[in-house]
């Protein structure tokens, strides 16, 4: 049985890397995201995590009426200005513009629920149910259509 400590830094080592390589795959998509060193790209992703940790949680409270009116979707203006705040802490690490905040937000996102479904080491899971099929089903009382539980 592993540690629970030990866990814990696995865990937050995949996530970093999974990070580091959305990022990656945003800085080679994306004309307007550069980064000059590895270290470079490797402090903007773990930056980028820490701040999805700590400033995020604030400033989804904070736009909570926005994010209600747009039905979530100012919630990828954010992730825009936490990528463009990291090109502006992490000196070798660049974001050009507002709308490659944005492009670069969208590709991170997608990629990083992807690689965190895919390993496990996200919340997002996928889960699928087979129902019986209808030979079985025709030995119940019922006719067989859909059951609403309430």
Known sequence: MEP????????????????TFAVLVA???LPGIEHKTW???????????????VV??????VALPLLILTLGLFMLVINALLLQLVGHIVHGFEVKSFGTAVLGALIISVITLLLNTLTGTGKSRI????????DERRGNDDDGGPVIDV
């Not at 629970?4 to 990070?19: D, E, N, P, V, Y």
């Not at 270290?39 to 940790?53: E, F, K, M, T």
Request: charged share 15%; hydrophobic share 50%.
């Open 127 to 134: 889960h699928i149910h087979r129902g019986k099929n209808p």
């Open 39 to 53: 270290q470079d790209l490797l402090l903007a992703s773990l930056i980028l995590g820490v701040l999805n940790a």
């Open 4 to 19: 629970k400590s030990g866990g814990t830094i696995k865990r937050f080592l995949q996530g970093w890397a999974i990070t």
């Open 56 to 61: 995020r949680p604030i400033l989804l409270l």
């Open 27 to 29: 800085d080679f998509l």
